[in-house]
């Protein structure tokens, strides 16, 4: 699965499909809760076929819902936000960026927190919000990423700050 989300992000021809279906394979024999809701996830981001992508968040809810570990719901909200956002799918990315909070309420992470956030400023920009307080919350928390170093999920907002 790892190899297939960098492949796909280093721009390889291979866009990891096959890859990711053999992660899949062996998370069927081994048991899908460790990495079956990641593995999915991924498939929102890499898999060519648009179907295979959103059945893939469909398995994948299904399989949190039923009860996975945390690095699960972490990667999965992750690329399901990211595959919202793709689509232009505000409400769904606002969605998944509640769910990722809902999980962490209890203990909350930088990380989550930053994820969510993202997600709820990218889809206000996709909406045609252009508030200066909008603007300054993109522009720290592209900061925040970057100090984090998270410097491609902070593209999106440097993007978005810069499309205006």
């Known amino acids: 699965m790892l190899i297939a989300v ?12 096959k ?3 053999s992660a899949w394979s062996i998370v069927q024999e ?8 990641w593995i999915l996830g991924a498939m929102t981001w890499v898999a060519r076929d648009e179907a295979r992508r959103r059945q893939a968040l469909i398995d994948g809810e299904a399989l949190l819902a039923s009860g996975c570990l945390s690095h699960n719901h972490f990667h ?17 990315a606002q969605r998944y ?8 309420a209890s203990e909350p992470l930088t990380w ?3 994820v969510s956030a993202r997600a709820r400023v990218l889809s206000r920009f996709g909406r045609g919000e252009r508030k200066d307080s909008l603007m300054h919350e993109a522009a720290a928390l592209a900061g925040s990423l970057k100090d984090m170093g998270l410097a ?3 593209r999106a907002l440097e993007e978005a700050l810069c499309a205006d």
């Open 97 to 104: 960026a509640t769910a990722l909070e809902s999980y962490t």
């Open 76 to 92: 999965f909200y992750q690329y399901a936000i990211d595959f919202a956002l793709e689509l232009r799918q505000w409400d769904e």
């Open 19 to 21: 890859l990711l279906a």
């Open 152 to 154: 491609p999920a902070a």
């Open 112 to 114: 989550t927190d930053l």
């Open 6 to 17: 960098a492949r796909h992000a280093a721009g390889g021809e291979d866009s990891g499909d």
């Open 30 to 37: 081994t048991g899908p809760n460790f990495n079956g809701p």
